[in-house]
C-alpha cells in the first residue's frame, strides 16, 4: 500500500455520510438479494415435495436463509472488489450471526410455531443480521466512511482513485491506503 497523505483524508461529515450510505447498501443487497435467492430455494423445495420447510425443519430454514445471505454478501463484495479479509469478515460474521439464531431456536429463544414460513423466518434474520453487520462495520469505519482528517488540498492528483474513496488519488495503478481496494483509472472528461 502507499502512504496516506492529508489529501487522503474527510472530513467527519463527510466519512459519516459515507458510512452510513455504505451501511443502507450492504444491508439493502444482502436482504434483497437474500429474499430473492430464498424464494427461489423455499419453491423449489415446494416443487420437490417439501412445502413447508420452515414449520416442518425451522433450523434448516433457518441455515438456507443464513446461507443466502452470505453468499449474497460475498458475491457483492468481491464484484466491488472489495479485499479478501474485509470480505470475510463481513460475509463471516453474517455467518456467525445465522448461527446464533440456529442456537437460539434449539434452546427455545425463539419460538418455532411464532415463524412457521420461511418469508417469516427471513423477516426475522435479517434485523439483527443487519444490526450484526453495522457492528462489523463500525469497527472497520476508516474502510465504510474515509480516514478523518482536515481534508487538503490534493496534492498527488493522479489518475487512479479508490471507488470508495474518490479522495485517493495516485500516479500510479496500486491499493487504496485508506482500504486496500484496487485503484481505478478515473475517468477524464
Known sequence: MSTLTTADTVR????????GLHFIEMCVVMCMGGALLDAAIFSGLALLGYPNVAADA????????????????AGYMALRR???QHNLEMSGSTAIGGILLMVAL????????????WYKLFAF???PLC???????LARFDHYGGRIGSAAAATSAG???????????????????V???????RDET
Open 12 to 19: 467527519v461529515p463527510t466519512a459519516i455520510g459515507r458510512f
Open 58 to 73: 425451522p433450523a434448516l430454514a433457518i441455515f438456507i436463509i443464513t446461507f443466502d445471505f452470505v453468499a449474497v454478501m
Open 82 to 84: 472489495h479485499p479478501m
Open 106 to 117: 434449539w434452546l427455545g429463544w425463539i419460538p418455532a410455531t411464532a415463524y412457521i414460513a
Open 125 to 127: 434474520a435479517c434485523t
Open 131 to 137: 444490526v450484526l453487520m453495522f457492528v462489523v462495520m
Open 159 to 177: 489518475p487512479y482513485t479508490c471507488s470508495m474513496h474518490p479522495e485517493v488519488r495516485r500516479a500510479r495503478p496500486g491499493a487504496c491506503p
Open 179 to 185: 482500504c486496500g481496494m484496487t485503484l481505478v483509472r
